[in-house]
């Protein structure tokens, strides 16, 4: 029988169905999402779904580039609540760009974020022993949040989680859909209409956008479940280029928003938090340093220094000098 797998042609023996043909490839099916025909194969149906000859599947799983799992959390006084569910950690971290997997676990884990953003791309077909985020970052242990980075228009999207949501049951998603290759902005458009697809299909969604406050508004008003403005282009490091609209989001919006993108130093952090935001995601800001396990470690004290300094309240602006001792008794 002549399949197309993955997008490449593969002959394979006798006339499977999906769980035979995962075990000729040697595949997990407890690691991965199955699409026939452009259908999903539900998994309690691996064992029953007949293949036939000039069938196109798509078989993926998650890779470094997100609702399972519970996280157990301690109780904390100052809680960060998404989609219902309570966090400690307002650190937000992806998991692409590392230079493995085992550097990739540990710079997780000294950022102390519970929620780590992963991509859906296809397996390896052609070598099922290779390994797999999840062997390295316990799903069990973080929230996966996936993504859909790589997409381009609203049907790709919605596809790609809703092969996200059969390979790990995960519901809490983030949903970004670029405009062009060059500047990655999100085209608004049509993130609006995946948003729109995804919320009324039961998902609970995170959305990227731009720092445009109407926009934010427009994405709240559908149901979003956080508002993620952009800092500065994805992966630029430049910090926080607008911080008037992102205040402007803050102080209009009744979800969480996050910071996402364009974040390249603790201090940007900090700042991203002082303004307001309840969250900030970043991954080239550690996983592009020279000791990302290092920055993990700062960029955690820096969102959590920011929170501080923002409940704290900041001192008033003054144009002239205001001396800290007291005058009284001056010798």
């Not at 493995?100 to 791309?121: K, L, M, N, Q, W």
């Not at 592009?288 to 004290?301: I, L, S």
Request: charged share 25%; with cysteine.
């Amino acid at each position: 029988m002549r399949l197309m797998i993955n997008g490449e042609a593969r002959e394979v023996a006798g006339e499977p169905t999906v769980a035979g043909l995962l075990g000729q490839l040697g595949l997990d099916a407890r690691k991965i999402a199955v699409e026939r025909n452009l259908e999903i194969v539900r998994r309690a149906a691996f064992d029953t779904t007949q293949l036939a000859d000039g069938d196109r599947l798509e078989i993926v799983h998650f890779i470094g580039g997100g609702s399972g799992a519970d996280v157990a959390v301690a109780p904390v006084e100052d809680p960060f609540v998404v989609a219902g569910r309570t966090f400690a950690s307002r650190l937000l971290v992806g998991t692409g760009k590392y230079k493995d997997f085992e550097e990739t676990a540990r710079a997780i884990e000294a950022s102390g974020a519970e929620i780590v953003t992963v991509a859906v791309r296809r397996v390896n077909v052609t070598d099922p022993s290779a390994p797999m985020l999840m062997d390295y970052v316990d799903p069990k242990r973080y929230v996966y949040l996936p993504n859909t980075a790589g997409c381009f228009t609203a049907d790709d999207a919605v596809r790609t989680l809703r092969l996200a949501r059969e390979a790990g049951g995960w519901n809490l998603v983030k949903l970004e859909v670029l405009g062009d290759h060059k500047t990655l902005y999100p085209d608004v458009t049509e993130t609006l209409k995946a948003a729109e697809a995804l919320i009324r299909d039961g998902f609970d969604v995170m959305v990227y956008t731009s720092d445009d406050p109407i926009v934010a508004k427009k994405l709240e008003d559908l149901g979003c479940c956080a508002i993620m403005p952009l800092a500065a282009p994805i992966g630029s490091g430049l910090g926080i280029q607008n911080p008037v609209n992102i205040r402007i989001i803050v102080e209009q919006a009744s979800v969480p928003v996050l910071v996402d993108a364009g974040v390249g130093t603790p201090s940007e952090a900090a700042v991203a938090m002082e303004l307001g935001c309840d969250g900030v995601l970043m991954n080239t800001a550690i996983a592009g340093a020279k000791d990302p396990v290092m920055m993990a470690r700062a960029m955690k004290a820096a969102v959590e220094a920011g929170r501080l300094g923002y409940l704290a309240g900041r001192m008033p602006r003054k144009f002239y000098a205001d001396p800290s001792s007291p005058l009284a008794g001056l010798i």
